[in-house]
């Protein structure tokens, strides 16, 4: 090789370094962008995570075509999303709404695009605490917001339910429900950083942060309440599995044990009395009997549209002018009057979600990514918190639907579950001088 070569080829490695940065950080502002633009739900905010993370994944190829190769430590996870992402798209254009169709596919491929793209682009310390950096500012954006709004100040070009913010808080959301199911994603990262590093500089504010999440959670008055305090604890199971495999499986088993006495207490008269006194402590204001029947009266929409469409669905974005056709008429039911007299936007369950509007294949897809992105993670924070707020949103999935129809948890929480990875070996012939004690992703 002559010096040319030598030099060409290092002007190439340099500029293929600086493509791959700069796609990293397009994607640190789709994860910031999703739930700070009012939950990217409404019309700016949608179309702008849709461009963010097309930019994102369009900056990935050229950064991934300068270098002449793909790292990708999860390959089957990368396939059975990009069939996922093929099977929306396909979907998408054969919908009865095709614009809208077309738009929640740019949707589904900013949340899943972008979670490719971290996937393959951090790979080292400093691309990870880069990305763990752009999730922890978004979340202290998005709680200052919250309690700005506690004190009356309103952000300007928002949309606010009406009364809301007199009474709960919303944060950077429109549904307070939605911004307690984004505070799924603040508290599991914050807790895992916490448990995961070193006492340094960042601790307070971290420590500020994940109490700043559960405060204003405990104002939302939704029903994720319960699920981001215990995506708070979840992290310990992951901390324990990192550290003493043994102890990781008797937390897990025991947390599962748990899962089941509450289950079977809820089914009593006792339990659900109990549960009302302890919801209300925490400010949920709806009953569980409440509760369960409005979720009965909607989810009768899913599993009719189901029905019609079992195994291709209905295609992505079509739910809301569809569900309509498969309501009975109003009765003097109290929770069927709710569902029936009322415009409802989303199936609220995940499962019945993706179900209805993607079908069987659609859903066996995306739960095959899901499953196959656990493989080759690491230990490093992002990893762990993908692993601690996985369950927790799959329990949610069960009566909400913040990984299928709110854009801007999706965004994050995919990152997260998907785009998490193992840093690279550092060569041994190379020693990597230690990192300060603050910023250690791989204590």
């Not at 752009?134 to 952000?155: K, S, V």
């Not at 339990?271 to 009266?297: C, H, M, N, P």
């Not at 707020?389 to 069960?398: D, E, I, K, N």
Request: charge should be neutral; include cysteine; proline fraction near 6%.
């Amino acid at each position: 090789m002559t010096p040319t070569d030598t030099t060409a080829s290092t002007l190439r490695a340099r500029v293929a370094r600086s493509a791959e940065w700069l796609a990293l950080l397009a994607a640190c502002l789709t994860i910031a962008w999703g739930p700070l633009a009012q939950g990217s739900a409404f019309g700016w905010g949608f179309s702008g995570l849709i461009l963010l993370g097309s930019v994102t994944v369009a900056l990935t190829l050229i950064a991934t075509g300068l270098r002449g190769r793909l790292d990708l430590p999860n390959p089957l996870m990368t396939l059975s999303a990009l069939a996922f992402l093929g099977w929306v798209w396909f979907s998408a254009s054969g919908a009865p709404d095709r614009l809208e169709g077309l738009r929640w596919a740019g949707i589904w491929t900013a949340a899943i695009g972008t979670a490719l793209s971290v996937h393959a682009l951090a790979r080292t310390h400093a691309r990870q605490q880069t990305v763990l950096t752009a999730f922890l500012l978004t979340g202290g954006a998005a709680i200052t917001l919250a309690l700005l709004q506690g004190q009356g100040h309103l952000i300007p070009g928002f949309t606010y339910l009406d009364g809301v913010p007199e009474k709960i808080l919303t944060g950077p959301y429109f549904h307070p429900s939605h911004y307690s199911g984004y505070l799924i994603t603040v508290a599991a990262l914050t807790s895992t950083v916490l448990l995961n590093t070193r006492p340094g500089w960042h601790t307070l504010p971290v420590l500020a942060l994940a109490a700043g999440a559960q405060y204003t959670n405990l104002f939302t008055d939704g029903s994720s309440i319960p699920a981001a305090m215990l995506a708070a604890g979840v992290p310990v199971i992951v901390w324990a599995w990192k550290h003493r495999p043994w102890a990781g499986l008797t937390l897990s088993a025991a947390a599962l044990a748990a899962a089941a006495w509450v289950v079977i207490t809820l089914t009593t008269p006792a339990g659900q009395a109990q549960f009302d006194t302890y919801s209300k402590q925490i400010g949920i204001s709806q009953s569980f009997e409440t509760f369960i029947e409005v979720r009965k009266a909607i989810h009768r929409f899913g599993t009719a549209l189901i029905e019609t469409q079992p195994i291709t669905g209905i295609a992505p974005g079509q739910w809301a002018t569809e569900f309509q056709t498969v309501r009975a008429p109003v009765t003097d039911h109290p929770f069927r009057q709710y569902a029936d007299g009322q415009y409802v936007n989303y199936a609220h369950s995940d499962y019945l979600m993706v179900a209805v509007e993607l079908g069987l294949i659609g859903a066996a897809l995306l739960s095959v990514t899901l499953l196959v992105g656990l493989l080759g993670r690491g230990w490093t924070p992002l990893a762990m918190t993908g692993a601690a707020a996985l369950p927790v949103y799959l329990f949610t999935g069960l009566y909400d639907s913040h990984l299928s129809a709110i854009p801007g948890t999706m965004i994050g929480a995919y990152v997260l579950i998907l785009g998490a990875r193992a840093l690279r070996p550092v060569p041994p012939t190379r020693p990597e001088a230690p990192a300060p004690a603050s910023v250690d992703l791989n204590f």
